[in-house]
């Protein structure tokens, strides 16, 4: 039996122990009082006993654009979301992320709000052109000292500091020299930044995220220009710029190991397509299992196999990428975890007499849906998409790198906001989540996006997504009813 076998096995006994109440010393040592339970009895009891595994981690996320603000302080260089957020009409009401939630001044009081509700990790993002203005050159030692305070008072703490190294904030000047990831010079100068940044913060931050979920920014920046830089390129450019993001990553992968201090962790956080088998039979199942490795084949797919599939060189035909053998040994260099972004069902999925083996079912237009019309509400997501990268490519160690709900937030006179709806997100979504590690799939850590409101991209400050509600006008964070969930919830570590 492998040790990672064995390791779930005593944990299965550990969390069967616990729920039985046995675990005083002595009978916790006595292993023949539990060995008559199967193990399908064991994951059963692990179920009902609703509790994520021992030493499960619970965090929160942000990422530099939407929460920092200080636009052009200490040396910062524009970047294209800078630039992007100024044009008019780009974002809703034309905001822009120049002030945000001003997190680079009042991070000492967010970590707080952070430790009230026991958050132990937290992801942040590292703002590429506060350490290199211009992407590539001289470092800005103002912009790496930022960074430095901030994983400081985290771990002064106790939080672990999970730092991403790219949320789609690209220095303008690598979009104005070499068209950002039209390039392959931006991909090298991300690899050199990851590499820098890793030496610079080595000692203080242990997990590294590489990109942030390169579907989105590619296909939103590049393919319908919705996201900044705006761009709609023809498909063969468009295979280009996500061959140049899954480079960049591996690139960065193998920059970091080469730079940071050993027992480094390095991975990428995904919003991987998460294909729902309508019904659970083993044919649907299967069908799921097959569309999540096709659908994801530009990105999560090739940095877990180090090929393009068969079937995406085929639809891609002429227009797709050009690369080397050498290019995809880079692309997959061997991660210690991977990231999923998770909010929505792709689709739910059933088995097919077709080319593809699967077919995927309109969603009915009354499926509930957030206040984000993109966010379908499907919390068997958040069991599937861990579940089958785990089984897809054996990923050692899982995190969910986001999971969150945007809501109307209503603030009342006296000051609360009771997000029903998000409490009842959180806990949906996360009884779908304690049923995979129930069966073993190795998720460690969940991250709730996010800490508080914010910067939502095209959306501005129209959209929430926060544990704590942000009043923009005194910048004054209010916890809402789901941070006192939050708060419980990675106390007792099991679904509340
Ligand atoms: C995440 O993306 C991001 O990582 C994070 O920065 C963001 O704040 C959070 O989600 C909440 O949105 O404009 O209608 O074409 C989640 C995946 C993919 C969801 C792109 C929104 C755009 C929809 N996102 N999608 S639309």
Redesign the pocket.
């Known amino acids: 039996m492998s040790a990672s076998k064995n390791d779930q096995k005593n944990s299965d006994r550990r969390n069967f122990l616990k729920s039985a109440g046995l675990t005083a010393a002595g009978l916790a040592a006595a292993p023949a009082l539990v060995s008559f339970k199967s193990t399908a009895e064991q994951i059963a009891a692990n179920i009902s006993e609703r509790t994520f595994p021992e030493g499960f981690l619970w965090g929160t996320a942000t ?1 530099a654009y ?1 929460v920092e603000g200080a636009a052009t302080e200490d040396g910062r260089g524009t970047t294209i979301w800078d630039t992007f957020s100024h044009i008019p009409g780009k974002v809703k009401n034309d905001d822009t992320g120049d002030v945000a939630c001003d997190m680079y001044h009042r991070y000492p009081s967010d970590i707080k709000l952070m430790k009230d509700i026991n958050v132990k990790i937290f992801r942040f993002s590292v703002a590429w052109s506060r350490i290199f203005p211009d992407g590539t050159g001289t470092p800005n030692q103002k912009g790496i000292d930022f960074y430095k305070r901030l994983t400081d008072e985290l771990l002064a703490n106790d939080i672990q500091p999970f730092a991403t190294l790219y ?2 904030d690209l220095p303008q000047a690598l979009h104005d020299k070499y068209k950002g990831w039209e390039s392959r010079e931006t991909a090298k100068a991300f690899g050199d930044y990851a590499g820098f940044i890793s030496k610079q913060l080595g000692d203080r931050v242990k997990h590294y995220f590489t990109l ?2 390169m ?2 920014f590619v ?2 920046g590049y393919g ?1 220009g ?2 900044a830089p705006g761009l709609q390129l023809p498909q063969a450019g468009l295979n280009q710029v996500r061959h140049h993001a899954v480079l960049a990553h591996g690139l960065a992968v193998q920059a970091i190991r080469a730079n940071a201090p050993s027992g480094t962790k390095i991975g990428l ?1 995904e ?1 991987l397509s998460v294909p729902v088998p309508i019904i659970d039979t083993p044919e649907n199942i299967k069908a799921a299992e097959i569309a999540m490795r096709e659908e994801n084949a530009g990105y999560l797919t090739v940095v877990m196999e180090g090929k393009y599939t068969d079937k995406f060189l085929k639809k891609t035909g002429a227009d797709a990428p050009k690369f080397t053998d050498e290019d995809l040994k880079i692309i997959s260099s061997p991660l210690d975890f991977v990231g999923i ?1 998770v ?1 929505n069902p792709a689709g739910y999925v059933q088995a097919a007499d077709n080319e593809d083996g699967y077919k995927t079912l309109p969603f009915a237009k009354s499926q509930p849906r957030s206040t ?4 379908v509400l499907g919390p068997e997501s958040l069991y599937w998409a861990p579940k089958n990268v785990h089984k897809l490519w054996g990923a050692k160690e899982l995190y969910i790198t ?1 999971n ?1 709900t ?1 809501g109307t937030d209503e603030l009342t006179d006296d000051k609360h906001i009771y997000d029903t709806d998000r409490v009842s997100f959180m806990r949906n979504y996360l009884t779908q989540l304690q049923k995979a590690t129930a069966e073993g799939v190795p998720v460690k850590g969940y991250f709730y ?2 800490l508080m409101d ?1 910067f ?4 501005g400050y129209s ?1 929430r ?1 926060g544990l704590y509600y942000v009043d923009y006008k005194t910048l004054e964070r209010i916890p809402k009813e789901s941070a006192a969930y939050f708060k419980v919830l990675a106390r007792d570590n099991k679904v509340v």
Request: hydrophobic share 30%.
């Open positions: 990422a939407q949320h789609w942030n979920e579907s989105t296909e939103l319908n919705i996201f956080a919003n972004n909010y984000s019309q993109w966010q986001e969150g945007s996006w996010s914010n939502e991209w095209t959306s959209t997504f």
